[in-house]
């Protein structure tokens, strides 16, 4: 839907002067040729099936008034994650790399050593999710490194992961762990009521924060707009707080729903009405907390 005058030019002055620095936590960029990549290769789409590279985005970042990235693994290796990090000594519009670990291997704590010789590695990202208890437990010891190195843990749990996922986190406080994408549950027009109730548990827990990520994707039906977009956001503020919300857009996966500048306009829409601490909080501070970046102005 095309912008107002009054739109354009608030937008326009959000992107010149920023309140703080502004950071997408949830980014992916990938080379086909040099990693297996099963997920995309799976949905088997065109246009998953193409690399997805720093230029790409950049650009409509910029136009966009977004400045820095956190970049999430797409592939369950540490080379693909080592690969980020050499793209973030390249870009210095990447703030951060959450990679992956494989956190029930007996070396996963030399692994995290490793990288944690890499100024921009932050945490990694949990994929797959444990589908119960017993698969939860086998992940003590990493989820336990990964706290004595003050590094996070992302997740991107359904409805079916859910209830498991919450407990585990309840039993590892010591943990920092951030939910991907409004923790998959779908943003459905009516749907707000069982939407907080499955949401309460989670803020329940001091150590849990959460991406408002990936919301043209989420959208049943699409695509996202701010009627839609408005209950959802009031609900997770007034549940988290700003102090515990990231913006992240989930591109390129999520060009598949519409393009970066309409998940950008819609999230500026739907903050414009907050405070300036909570924008602040919720487009960049946030995300520079949980992750321990280094942003400048």
């Given at each position: 839907?095309?912008?107002?005058?009054?739109?354009?030019?608030?937008?326009?002055?959000?992107?010149?002067?920023?309140?703080?620095?502004?950071?997408?936590?949830?980014?992916?960029?990938?080379?086909?040729?040099?990693?297996?990549?099963?997920?995309?290769?799976?949905?088997?789409?065109?246009?998953?099936?193409?690399?997805?590279?720093?230029?790409?985005?950049?650009?409509?970042?910029?136009?966009?008034?977004?400045?820095?990235?956190?970049?999430?693994?797409?592939?369950?290796?540490?080379?693909?994650?080592?690969?980020?990090?050499?793209?973030?000594?390249?870009?210095?519009?990447?703030?951060?790399?959450?990679?992956?670990?494989?956190?029930?291997?007996?070396?996963?704590?030399?692994?995290?050593?490793?990288?944690?010789?890499?100024?921009?590695?932050?945490?990694?990202?949990?994929?797959?999710?444990?589908?119960?208890?017993?698969?939860?437990?086998?992940?003590?010891?990493?989820?336990?490194?990964?706290?004595?190195?003050?590094?996070?843990?992302?997740?991107?749990?359904?409805?079916?992961?859910?209830?498991a996922a919450i407990e585990a986190?309840?039993?590892?406080?010591?943990?920092?762990?951030?939910?991907?994408?409004?923790?998959?549950?779908?943003?459905?027009?009516?749907?707000?009521?069982?939407?907080?109730?499955?949401?309460?548990?989670?803020a329940a827990l001091p150590n849990?924060?959460?991406?408002?990520?990936?919301?043209?994707?989420?959208?049943?039906?699409?695509?996202?707009?701010?009627?839609?977009?408005?209950?959802?956001?009031?609900?997770?503020?007034?549940?988290?707080?700003?102090?515990?919300?990231?913006?992240?857009?989930?591109?390129?996966?999520?060009?598949?729903?519409?393009?970066?500048?309409?998940?950008?306009?819609?999230?500026?829409?739907?903050?414009?009405?907050?405070?300036?601490?909570?924008?602040?909080?919720?487009?960049?501070?946030?995300?520079?907390?949980?992750?321990?970046?280094?942003?400048?102005?």
């Open positions: 839907m095309p912008m107002s005058p009054e739109q354009s030019n608030q937008t326009s002055q959000s992107q010149a002067s920023p309140i703080v620095p502004t950071v997408d936590a949830h980014q992916h960029y990938w080379q086909l040729a040099r990693f297996a990549y099963g997920w995309n290769r799976q949905i088997n789409l065109p246009e998953m099936l193409r690399d997805y590279m720093p230029p790409d985005i950049l650009p409509q970042m910029q136009a966009c008034g977004i400045q820095y990235s956190v970049v999430i693994q797409a592939d369950n290796s540490v080379a693909e994650t080592r690969w980020l990090l050499e793209l973030a000594r390249d870009y210095p519009h990447i703030a951060g790399v959450v990679g992956w670990v494989d956190l029930a291997a007996a070396d996963a704590g030399e692994t995290l050593d490793h990288l944690a010789g890499y100024p921009l590695f932050k945490g990694i990202r949990l994929m797959p999710l444990p589908q119960d208890e017993a698969g939860w437990q086998s992940l003590g010891g990493g989820l336990r490194a990964l706290a004595a190195r003050n590094f996070t843990c992302d997740l991107l749990p359904d409805e079916a992961t859910l209830p986190m309840r039993t590892h406080p010591e943990t920092r762990f951030v939910i991907n994408h409004f923790a998959g549950l779908p943003l459905t027009p009516g749907g707000i009521a069982s939407w907080t109730a499955q949401m309460r548990p989670l849990v924060f959460l991406k408002c990520s990936a919301i043209q994707g989420l959208a049943d039906p699409p695509p996202i707009t701010a009627a839609t977009l408005r209950p959802y956001l009031d609900s997770v503020l007034a549940l988290f707080g700003a102090e515990r919300l990231l913006f992240g857009s989930d591109w390129p996966v999520s060009t598949l729903s519409g393009p970066y500048a309409e998940c950008i306009q819609v999230m500026r829409e739907v903050t414009a009405a907050l405070s300036d601490d909570e924008q602040a909080w919720l487009w960049g501070k946030t995300a520079a907390m949980t992750y321990r970046l280094r942003l400048q102005r």
